[in-house]
């Protein structure tokens, strides 16, 4: 757990001595309150080793320990919105994503079902051709975590494309959106095609979307399935 609280460093009352001492003061009250959090797993003999480390930015201090101990994973909890009743990814989460050097895992408090999706997130752009070796890395680790967690997971694909710029009809008469955009889906119906026989994946679980990729919301996708998603940015 990374934590920390400008107004420890922030006090010139106190000498560098008493506000390292507060600092250690609150580490120690964190540790105690994990314990706690964890007991039911320490009680059983499992080898949990505690950290609490005081950092600026946690999403710094996190990368650092997964880059000290060579971690294989990094799992983080998704922060649920009670408004919209949907996951939220906070700036750690995509500060976590796109630079951690281990595959990052959201979770959320529910169980699995049996019949439960997985839906990654791929590139078909191939505007570079390191996204074609990723799109493939990300469905086979998909496989892999997919049969030890659903008995029979339906992975499912999806790609976000962009539509032409309202504007961009207006710099260039000539230009017509219509047709580049129904090429460009074209594009990604054929990409997602080959990607999805490569890994035997059922036409009806892959979807090509239209917007943007930040933007876009998936809610149409996502609300039949439980969903495990990559995100690639």
């Not at 009250?29 to 480390?53: M, N, P, S, T």
């Not at 201090?61 to 799992?75: M, S, T």
């Not at 699995?112 to 078909?124: E, K, M, P, T």
Request: with cysteine; charged share 25%.
């Amino acid at each position: 757990m990374p934590i920390y609280d400008l107004s420890y460093d922030m006090t010139t009352l106190l000498s560098p001595e008493e506000r390292n001492a507060m600092r250690k003061g609150v580490i120690s009250q964190r540790q105690v309150w994990i314990k706690q959090q964890a007991h039911y797993y320490l009680e059983a003999g499992i080898d949990i080793e505690i950290k609490v480390i005081w950092h600026k930015k946690a999403y710094e201090a996190i990368i650092q320990e997964v880059i000290a101990d060579k971690h294989d994973l990094l799992l983080k909890m998704a922060h649920q919105n009670d408004r919209f009743d949907a996951m939220i990814f906070t700036s750690l989460d995509r500060h976590l994503l796109r630079k951690c050097r281990c595959p990052v895992w959201m979770v959320k408090d529910k169980v699995w079902s049996n019949d439960g999706g997985i839906l990654v997130a791929v590139n078909l752009s191939n505007e570079e051709s390191y996204h074609d070796k990723l799109n493939i890395k990300l469905i086979k680790e998909t496989e892999n975590i997919s049969h030890q967690i659903v008995k029979n997971p339906h992975i499912h694909l999806v790609s976000v494309y962009p539509v032409a710029p309202i504007n961009i009809a207006i710099e260039l008469p000539d230009f017509d959106p219509n047709i580049y955009n129904q090429a460009l889906l074209a594009h990604h119906l054929v990409a997602m095609k080959k990607l999805r026989q490569r890994f035997t994946i059922d036409e009806k679980y892959t979807h090509v979307v239209e917007g943007s990729s930040e933007k876009k919301s998936l809610k149409p996708v996502t609300n039949y399935m439980q969903v495990l998603l990559y995100c690639v940015f």
